[in-house]
């Protein structure tokens, strides 16, 4: 299994074809996880069981997503830090994209 985030209840082709690869869910038990515990984050723990997200909930996943990210430079090696640091860098680029082509879309993360 793998954790992704895709847009719920597609409207039109960018919707139905957006995607974003997070972590495989092996890499996300050693990697993410340690992490989230850690921090004690409580959005980004639940990404595991699967998450809707709405735009006004953004901000408080960037910022977790950011100590993680600070957490994987300091905590794991270096191509397990890479490919952690890529896949958040991907959510926070990719992310504002969906919310910004339709009011009210939910990204589901799971």
Do not use: Y
Not at 28 to 35: K, L, V
Not at 42 to 48: I, Y
Not at 53 to 70: N, Q
Not at 72 to 100: G, H, Q, W
């Amino acid at each position: 299994m793998s954790i992704s985030a895709m847009v719920l209840d597609a409207k039109d082709e960018f919707e139905e074809k957006f995607f974003i690869p997070i972590a495989a869910e092996s890499f996300f038990q050693e990697c993410w996880e340690p992490a989230i515990e850690e921090l004690g984050l409580k959005w980004t723990k639940v990404f595991s069981v699967g998450i809707d997200l709405v735009e006004e909930d953004f901000p408080f996943v960037i910022e977790e997503l950011s100590k993680i990210k600070e957490w994987a430079k300091v905590n794991l090696p270096e191509e397990k830090k890479t490919k952690i640091i890529e896949r958040i860098e991907l959510i926070e680029s990719e992310v504002p994209i969906a919310f910004s082509h339709r009011n009210g879309i939910v990204i589901f993360i799971g």
